[in-house]
């Protein structure tokens, strides 16, 4: 089966990533692929990694039937839970390490920096994973994500 670029009307296979006649990006499948609501999927998924959206996709009629939509709200949702259980284990850790002089107070601060900052950017990640239409899974946030999706 073969489909034909949008810009040249080239044909190509329909697994193919990028056009051979003017090198266009083609959009795989297992993605975004239209609108839901007044949004397009890619919007509305990257949008869901902002908690209050996330939970307003998951009440609003249009978009909790989206299966895309659904899947990176439930995947905020559990990547917010997971940084309040790391948030609060840090903070458990630096109370402990604060009874160490000097030393306790610079490794918390280097250990929490270093981990709000692999959150940030673990973030990051997800929304441009998700503009670009792709279903990107965490290890365990994303199978439970996965799960809540499919059974909506």
Not at 82 to 93: D, M, Q
Not at 108 to 117: A, H, K, N, P, R
Not at 122 to 141: R, S
């Amino acid at each position: 089966m073969s489909i034909s670029c949008p810009q040249c009307a080239g044909s190509m296979p329909d697994t193919a990533a990028y056009c051979p006649g003017c090198g266009r990006a083609m959009r795989l499948g297992g993605g975004a692929r239209s609108a839901v609501g007044a949004l397009p999927e890619t919007v509305a998924g990257a949008l869901a990694y902002c908690l209050l959206p996330a939970i307003l996709f998951l009440l609003a009629e249009p978009y909790r039937k989206n299966r895309f939509v659904r899947f990176h709200s439930f995947q905020c949702l559990g990547l917010c839970l997971a940084g309040l259980v790391v948030g609060a284990t840090l903070r458990i850790v630096g109370f402990v390490l604060f009874f160490v002089p000097a030393l306790g107070r610079l490794l918390f601060l280097l250990v929490s920096m270093t981990v709000s900052l692999a959150l940030f950017v673990i973030w990051v990640v997800l929304v441009v994973k998700a503009l670009q239409g792709a279903m990107f899974k965490l290890p365990l946030v994303g199978e439970f994500a996965e799960r809540q999706a499919s059974a909506g």
